[in-house]
């Protein structure tokens, strides 16, 4: 009964591969989102996305793809993954956006992204 | 901008002694305001919240209350555990942000038997 959930949890590759990452949550959100939290353990927002449709797009290279199939699953498609992009990802869903009561964030438990 | 700055660690303390994290933001209007904590090799849990000013949340013996005048959220318990042990982050949601969380940087805490 997991409630956001990520796979795979430890990913390990190679510069200039294309991998991604998917993320699916059941309980019944409206709204997904990307974080990445980097070695310092500083979180930022990457994408978000409300009912299939992209709401934020925070300033990532445009070698990172969101893809929303439906509105429980939002994935996380790299392309040529550099050493940077070294990091933990964290999906998170909330029930809406925009700042009401019911904005709380569940996250998952996150992927560990190793580009060697 | 909007933004949270949190209080440098790591926090070492002994078990049993009490915890303050501090925490203040800057922001447009009147955000919502939380604590997340990160266990060791896991994802982020919410800890605590509070929506408006004055508001107190509260749970697992951890209080914060938010204070409009003062633009602080700080972190509070009385009595803590070496199950506390954790990375917390304060962080903010300003309302029509279309659910753009900001976190501080973390705070490690550190408890001893």
């Known amino acids: 009964d997991t409630a956001v959930s990520q796979t795979p949890k430890y990913l390990v590759t190679q510069m200039g591969n294309d991998k991604s990452i998917k993320c699916e949550q059941n309980?019944?959100?409206?709204?997904m989102y990307w974080y990445k939290q980097d070695s310092k353990k500083f979180l930022k927002i990457m994408f978000s996305?409300?009912?299939?449709?992209?709401?934020i797009n925070e300033t990532v290279p445009n070698r990172f793809s969101p893809k929303s199939p439906d509105k429980a699953h939002l994935n996380l498609h790299i392309n040529s993954l550099e050493l940077g992009d070294s990091a933990v990802y964290f999906c998170?869903?909330?029930?809406?956006?925009?700042?009401?009561?019911?904005?709380?964030?569940?996250f998952g438990p996150g992927t560990r992204l190793t580009v060697l | 901008g909007n933004s949270v700055t949190q209080m440098e660690g790591p926090v070492t303390l002994s078990e049993e002694a009490f915890l303050t994290i501090n925490c203040t933001y800057t922001?447009?209007?009147?955000?919502?305001l939380f604590w997340y904590v990160q266990y060791p090799g896991e994802g982020l849990q919410l800890l605590l919240k509070?929506?408006?000013?004055?508001d107190k949340g509260s749970n697992k013996g951890f209080e914060a209350t938010y204070r409009k005048e003062t633009t602080s959220f700080h972190l509070e318990k009385g009595s803590v555990q070496v199950s506390d042990s954790a990375v917390y982050f304060c962080?903010?949601?300003?309302?029509?942000?279309?659910?753009?969380?900001?976190f501080g940087k973390g705070t490690k805490l550190s408890v001893k038997p």
């Open positions: 922001a447009t209007g009147y955000p919502s």
């Open positions: 998170a869903s909330s029930q809406d956006a925009g700042g009401t009561i019911t904005d709380t964030q569940y």
């Open positions: 509070a929506t408006k000013a004055d």
């Open positions: 996305y409300n009912n299939k449709e992209l709401i």
């Open positions: 962080a903010l949601i300003r309302r029509g942000s279309q659910g753009n969380l900001i």
């Open positions: 309980l019944g959100h409206d709204t």
